[in-house]
C-alpha cells in the first residue's frame, strides 16, 4: 500500500513498507520508480524473506511521488534529505540503504551529511564513472528527453532514457529538471571521511556505472563486487546482486 510524506518543500514522497525486522531503505534509479527498480525484480520477497522491513520510495520526480518542474527542486541535497522526510515518518533513527544508480549518488550523499542515520550502505548500478559525472552528458540526455520528436534524438543514451522514461510513465520534464540537478561529486578524500561499511556492485558490462573498485575503494570500509555478464539494467534483478547485498548488511 502507498502512503506519503511531505518533504521540506512540501513535495509529496511516496513510498512503502514490507517486511518485520531492521530496516532497509531503497533508493531507485533515474527514470524508474520504486516498482520498476525492486517490486518488479522480486527485491521485495527477498528481503522480507531474510527477515528485514523495507522501505522503498519513490524519489521526487518519479512513480506516484510529486513532479515539480523546476530544477532547483531537485539539488542532490534536498533529494537526499527525502529519505530522511519517510525515515522520520517512520519512527526510523538508523537503517540500511540500498541505492541503484542515482540511488547510488543519493546514498553516497546521505552518507555525508547524515552519516547517523545510515547503518551500512550497498551501492549499486554506481562504480568509477561517479568521479567523472559529466554535464554535458546529463544535458544532452535532458534535451532528449524534452524534445519534440523522439525520432530526432540522435545520442544513443538519450535514446534509451527517452524511452526508459516514457514507458515507465515518468513526467519527462521532471526528469529532464532532475537530471540537470546540482549535485556535488566528492573526491575520494572526502567519501574517506565515510565510515560505514559499503559494498559497491556493479555489472561486467555496465558502461555506463564502470567498475567497482575505484569507488569501493574510496571507502575505508568499502568492497567491490562485479556482476558477471551484466549491463546497467539487468544488474539489479540478478541473484549474485541480492544474495551478496543481503549478506553483507546481516544484522549483527
Not at 519517510?86 to 552518507?111: N, Q
Not at 552528458?137 to 540522435?154: F, K, M, N, W, Y
Request: with cysteine; proline share 5%.
Amino acid at each position: 500500500m502507498t502512503d506519503f510524506a511531505s518533504s521540506a518543500d512540501g513535495t509529496a514522497i511516496a513510498y512503502e513498507t514490507l517486511g518485520e525486522g531492521p530496516p532497509v531503505v531503497l533508493v531507485h534509479g533515474f527514470g524508474a520508480s520504486r516498482v520498476i527498480t525492486w517490486g518488479n525484480t522480486n527485491w521485495y520477497q527477498t528481503l522480507v524473506r531474510a527477515g528485514r522491513r523495507l522501505v522503498a520510495i519513490d524519489c521526487r520526480g518519479h512513480g506516484q511521488s510529486g513532479k515539480p518542474h523546476g530544477q532547483p527542486s531537485y539539488e542532490e541535497g534536498r533529494m537526499a534529505a527525502d529519505i530522511l522526510t519517510v525515515m522520520d515518518l517512520l519512527g526510523i533513527a538508523k537503517a540500511d540503504i540500498i541505492g541503484y544508480s542515482m540511488g547510488g549518488y543519493l546514498t553516497i550523499r546521505l552518507m555525508h551529511d547524515a552519516p547517523h542515520r545510515v547503518r551500512g550502505a550497498v551501492l549499486a548500478g554506481v562504480g568509477e564513472k561517479y568521479f567523472r559525472a559529466s554535464r554535458e552528458r546529463a544535458e544532452i540526455i535532458s534535451q532528449g528527453l524534452l524534445a519534440a520528436d523522439p525520432a530526432t534524438i540522435v545520442d544513443p543514451e538519450a535514446i534509451a532514457f527517452r524511452t526508459f522514461g516514457e514507458r515507465a510513465g515518468n513526467d519527462l520534464v521532471a526528469l529532464a529538471a532532475c537530471i540537470r540537478r546540482s549535485r556535488h561529486i566528492f573526491e575520494p578524500s572526502e567519501l574517506g571521511a565515510i565510515t560505514q561499511p559499503v559494498l559497491v556492485i556493479c555489472g561486467e558490462v555496465d558502461d555506463t556505472s564502470g567498475a567497482p573498485g575505484p569507488l569501493a575503494d574510496a571507502f575505508p570500509n568499502g568492497a567491490g563486487v562485479i556482476v558477471t555478464q551484466r549491463n546497467h539494467h539487468s544488474t539489479v534483478g540478478d541473484r549474485v546482486f541480492k544474495d551478496t547485498a543481503v549478506d553483507f548488511l546481516k544484522p549483527d
